[in-house]
């Protein structure tokens, strides 16, 4: 006997923020980890804040889904070839978003859209600390970008 039943869509690729520390920085400043901690959770907030207009951060920060939010700690290269700080990462995003802007349609699925970010200065040090992306289903644009950064296992 077969089946009528139609066949389910496929789940949507689940919602994720990265935080990304300077690879070189987290070590040089001789800082403990709790500091740390804490500037990733002051860039996180920013880019929650001016990213609220997303409907990816809408559905992230939802109350059916506070309790399974997923957020992924990366560093920039430290060294070699594809060394970046948080600063030169930030212009690269930047200008990504700017050229998902221009070409973007109306009518494009959110998956697609290239998040927003937010680059936490700690002061009065002056000191990037993280950065922060926004809300996405990890555009391929993105992923493209954020190749160079490793997964921070410290």
Request: charged content about 20%; hydrophobic content about 40%; proline content about 9%.
């Amino acid at each position: 006997m077969s089946s009528s039943a139609p066949a389910s869509a496929p789940a949507p690729v689940p919602l994720v923020m990265q935080l990304i520390v300077d690879g070189a920085s987290s070590t040089s400043f001789g800082w403990p980890k709790g500091p740390w901690m804490a500037q990733s959770a002051h860039a996180a907030i920013a880019a929650i804040q001016t990213s609220l207009d997303s409907a990816a951060t809408r559905e992230y920060v939802s109350s059916a889904n506070l309790e399974s939010m997923h957020k992924v700690t990366l560093q920039t290269p430290a060294e070699g070839k594809a060394k970046m700080t948080l600063p030169q990462l930030s212009e690269k995003l930047t200008a990504a978003r700017a050229e998902w802007e221009k070409t973007r349609n109306a009518a494009s699925e959110d998956a697609d859209e290239f998040p927003r970010h937010f680059l936490w200065i700690e002061q009065p040090e002056n000191v990037p600390t993280c950065l922060a992306i926004a809300p996405n289903r990890k555009p391929a644009a993105l992923k493209k970008v954020l190749r160079p950064c490793t997964l921070l296992k410290e």
